[in-house]
């Protein structure tokens, strides 16, 4: 599986960007799809994710009310509707796929449970 994120850009505070996870393999129908984020110096932290199988998501409180995850099940694709961005949104932002497994619900917070990672797009939020 090779998962590709972009849509990263630079955008003043209050901004909208749309990122897009891509990928050959598996259909995303069938994987918990998640976003993470790091910034520089800090450690990677969960953003959003969508359980396998359904429609369930999950945010980070930070992003609650600001980010939505949805998924293209025809296209083959996972996006994050990312608005009213704040500088501290400022990161690296990656896709990841949680394989052929089906985690509990907790576990979608944690980049452990993810196997397969997109390499990454930087997203800078100017104040």
């Known amino acids: 599986v090779q998962l590709q994120a972009s849509g990263g850009g630079l955008v003043q505070a209050g901004g909208s960007l749309r990122l897009t996870c891509s990928a050959s393999?598996?259909?995303?129908?069938?994987?918990?799809m998640g976003w993470f984020r790091q910034a520089p110096g800090k450690e990677r932290e969960f953003v959003a994710a969508?359980?396998?199988?359904?429609?369930?998501?999950y945010y980070a409180d930070s992003v609650k009310g600001r980010f939505t995850i949805s998924r293209d099940n025809n296209n083959n694709r996972v996006y994050l509707q990312m608005n009213s961005l704040r500088p501290e949104d400022t990161a690296v932002y990656y896709c990841?796929?949680?394989?052929?497994?089906?985690?509990?619900?907790?576990?979608?917070?944690?980049?452990?449970?993810?196997?397969?990672w997109g390499q990454g797009t930087l997203v800078t939020v100017s104040s």
């Open positions: 393999g598996v259909p995303f129908s069938r994987r918990g």
């Open positions: 990841a796929d949680t394989g052929v497994g089906n985690p509990i619900s907790s576990n979608y917070f944690r980049p452990s449970t993810y196997p397969h």
């Open positions: 969508m359980r396998k199988g359904t429609t369930s998501t």
